[in-house]
């Protein structure tokens, strides 16, 4: 099967582009830049942007088979030349978590291979870059292997320490939509301060808080109940140029929302408050089918801290691709609608506005394929793409697909 895939993908030259380390070729021009993808099929690509605007082209550079059989999340560690790529492991029925170091033009080598729990989704690094932790989804419902946390403690040299498993108690009861008879941990998101960590538990409709003790282990803290069915994936943290109050905005898969929490704190525990707003992913452009039907899947904040944008699946606001809406922020934490946007292809699973805030890169999971859209920075608006390329992550005939890519910056 991998023999059959690695046949597929062959390639007769790599070009080879010979960058400086402080981003500039000898020649003056700048280098171009590097993409990781994640695929489904045992990949991990490394890609090249080329050109620019219209004539911008994207390129295979690499690919690994180091992080297992079923690469579900990125998480790089620039200062570090490091990526930390996590294996969500349908194949073997439990996960594995890698490092990779990042050498000249992008290039991925495996470090380091750890099992971990069924099902790592999203990752943080934590602790001043001492811990990661991973959000562990758990298994198929039959199994009865249920979500949680997984904490590694990481040396100065990368290598990985101690760890430490934390499953979520069983529900009573199960949620009302697919996959809740299960707690299940989609993301976790550090605090601004470096003091707490935010876990969105999909299966049991939870916010779960967690103290960061001062060795990198975690003291469970408050715990908010979100209406049944809501399914919440991931988070951000907020905080207004004009409002020293610090916000968390929650995003809902099933309801296709973001809640916006006030963050305050009781002594150094995260307490949340609210929501006092929700709006729905699309901005109010998206029509009632669409809302049912969507699934929201990422959201993130612009470098600039001056936008918000979602990532909506399964929509239908646009002939052959998904969508992206863009927000901006008012002091109180609410968000204003300022566009939605063609995604540039299906099932828009991740999605990284680069530091410049020029380009938006896309990862459309079920069409396989990477997207580069332009976006202007100062007004946020996304324009068509520039570059996109298909990859063929086939597995017996299906697809297998890309559900994560980010910039190597
Ligand atoms: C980048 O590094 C090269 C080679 O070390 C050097 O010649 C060049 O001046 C540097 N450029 C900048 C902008 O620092
Ligand atoms: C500059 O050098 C890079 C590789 O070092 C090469 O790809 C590029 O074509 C060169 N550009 C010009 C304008 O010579
Ligand atoms: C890129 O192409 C689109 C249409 O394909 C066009 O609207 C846009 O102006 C072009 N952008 C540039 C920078 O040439
Ligand atoms: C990836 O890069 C490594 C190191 O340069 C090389 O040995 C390997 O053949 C490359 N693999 C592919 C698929 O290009
Ligand atoms: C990880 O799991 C695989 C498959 O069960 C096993 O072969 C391997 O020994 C395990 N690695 C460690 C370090 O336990
Ligand atoms: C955590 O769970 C994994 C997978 O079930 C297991 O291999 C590992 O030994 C556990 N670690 C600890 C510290 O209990
Ligand atoms: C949240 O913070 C905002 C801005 O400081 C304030 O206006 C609002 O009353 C707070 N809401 C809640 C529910 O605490
Ligand atoms: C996507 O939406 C369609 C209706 O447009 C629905 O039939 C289908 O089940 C949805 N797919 C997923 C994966 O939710």
């Excluded at 249920?146 to 320490?161: A, C, E, K, Q, Y």
Aim: aromatic content about 8%; glycine content about 10%; hydrophobic content about 40%.
């Amino acid at each position: 099967m991998r023999s059959s895939i690695a046949g597929a993908l062959l390639f007769a030259t790599i070009p080879l582009l010979v960058a400086a380390q402080n981003g500039t070729t000898q020649n003056g021009t700048a280098p171009p830049a590097t993409i990781f993808v994640a695929g489904y099929d045992g990949f991990v690509r490394t890609l090249a942007l080329t050109g620019e605007g219209n004539s911008s082209a994207l390129t295979l550079v690499n690919q690994t088979d180091g992080c297992g059989a079923n690469p579900s999340w990125l998480n790089i560690e620039i200062t570090k030349q490091r990526v930390w790529c996590l294996d969500e492991g349908f194949v073997a029925g439990f996960g594995t978590l890698n490092s990779l170091d990042i050498e000249d033009n992008g290039i991925l080598r495996p470090v380091e291979h750890r099992n971990v729990s069924a099902s790592p989704v999203h990752s943080r690094i934590y602790n001043g870059g001492k811990n990661i932790v991973l959000a562990q989804f758990g298994n198929a419902e039959t199994s009865g292997i249920r979500g949680g946390l997984t904490v590694h403690s990481i040396g100065d040299n990368g290598v990985l320490g101690a760890s430490t498993n934390i499953t979520f108690p069983g529900l009573s009861a199960p949620g009302p939509r697919p996959g809740q008879a299960l707690p299940r941990a989609h993301g976790v998101f550090s605090d601004p301060e470096d003091k707490n960590l935010v876990v969105l538990d999909y299966g049991a409709d939870l916010i779960r808080i967690y103290k960061q003790e001062t060795d990198g282990s975690l003291t469970e803290g408050a715990v908010t109940r979100l209406a049944p069915g809501t399914g919440p994936r991931h988070a951000r943290f907020f905080q207004h140029s004009a409002n020293p109050q610090l916000y968390l905005f929650v995003l809902s898969e099933f309801q296709n929302t973001i809640s916006t929490f006030n963050v305050s704190y009781d002594d150094d525990k995260l307490v949340l408050t609210g929501p006092s707003r929700v709006i729905d992913t699309f901005g109010g452009w998206g029509d009632a089918t669409t809302l049912q039907n969507a699934k929201a899947a990422e959201i993130r904040v612009t470098y600039d801290n001056k936008f918000v944008i979602v990532s909506n699946r399964n929509d239908t606001t646009f002939p052959d691709s998904d969508s992206l809406t863009t927000f901006t922020v008012n002091a109180d934490g609410s968000l204003v609608p300022v566009q939605i946007a063609a995604a540039g292809g299906k099932f828009p699973r991740s999605f990284q506005v680069n530091l410049k805030g020029d380009k938006v890169l896309v990862a459309a999971q079920t069409d396989s394929k990477v997207i580069v859209l332009a976006r202007n920075p100062q007004s946020g608006l996304i324009s068509g793409p520039i570059a996109s390329l298909a990859i063929d992550t086939t597995i017996d005939g299906v697809p297998a697909g890309l559900p994560a890519a980010i910039w190597n910056e």
